[in-house]
């Protein structure tokens, strides 16, 4: 009986391997600096890159100063503090802690954002760009310094409690704009978008399927509004 022996090229099998790498779960330790890109601060030591994820649940404050992709972010307690752009390709779950600084949170029109714990969730400084995916589950949404909510044209912030979007009165005001639809389901009390210091631009489609939405935000509106049966949608300031 012959053996049948292949033989691959060098290329080859550096492809293969790198398509099989595992990714690694980075758990933000913070011992030696705030800077993300020291290795040190991260347990296992190492650096996070595209298709690894992130743990953030430590109080030691995390600070993105280039650049980055990661597969996933979970964020329970502390502060990452943005700096640059980084980009979640998967998902990213948020029980609590801060988003600060001046840079962007993305998320591209493939990735789920999932807010829920009962614990605020702070926005303070940066944007959120939502090009897929949201589920507002639990927990109420702190927003100010500026920070921005930006929901693109592909993107879905579903609504899924009674919980309140607030601003939390460090200057300047915090943006909401959507250029895609939100949507209120299951659940059945009041969802409160609250303070008059809040701006909100509605571009796109609001959709309220159960339960109540209620504006109390300077609200600018171009876009449309679907009320079901039993579902209510009421504004306290704004032109609409």
């Known amino acids: 009986m012959k053996t049948l022996i ?14 099989t ?10 011992s030696t600096s705030t ?6 601060n991260w347990t296992p030591g190492g650096v996070p890159g595209p298709g690894d994820g ?14 980055a992709s990661v597969a996933t972010l979970a964020l329970s307690t502390g ?24 840079g962007e949170l993305s998320l591209p029109a493939a990735s789920t954002l999932v807010l829920s714990g009962s614990g605020t969730k702070t926005l303070d400084g940066p944007t959120l ?3 897929g995916t949201a589920r507002w589950e639990t927990g109420n949404l702190s927003a100010g310094s500026g920070s921005v909510i930006q929901i693109e044209a592909s993107g879905l912030w579903e609504i899924r409690n009674d919980a309140n979007l607030y601003y939390n009165y460090n200057a300047p005001t915090a943006i909401l704009n959507n ?13 409160t978008f609250n303070t008059l210091s809040l701006i909100w631009n509605n571009q796109g489609l609001v ?23 039993g579902a209510t949608v009421e504004f306290a300031a704004g032109s609409h």
Do not use: M
Request: charged share 10%.
């Open 54 to 67: 992130v743990i953030i649940s430590s109080t030691p404050i995390a600070h993105l100063n280039a650049d």
């Open 79 to 102: 502060t990452l503090s943005l700096g640059a752009k980084l980009s979640v390709t998967s998902t990213v779950n948020w029980t609590g802690g801060t988003l600060a600084g001046a």
């Open 179 to 191: 250029l895609g639809s939100i949507r209120k389901l299951s659940a059945t009390g009041t969802t």
């Open 6 to 19: 292949r033989h691959f090229p060098p290329v080859l099998l550096l492809c293969l391997s790198a398509s």
């Open 129 to 131: 760009r939502l090009a």
């Open 21 to 30: 790498a595992a990714a690694t779960d980075y758990t933000w330790n913070g």
């Open 35 to 40: 800077n993300w890109s020291e290795a040190s």
């Open 207 to 229: 959709d309220a399927q159960t339960g109540t939405l209620l504006f109390r935000i300077n609200t600018s509106n171009t876009g449309s509004y679907t009320v079901a049966a």
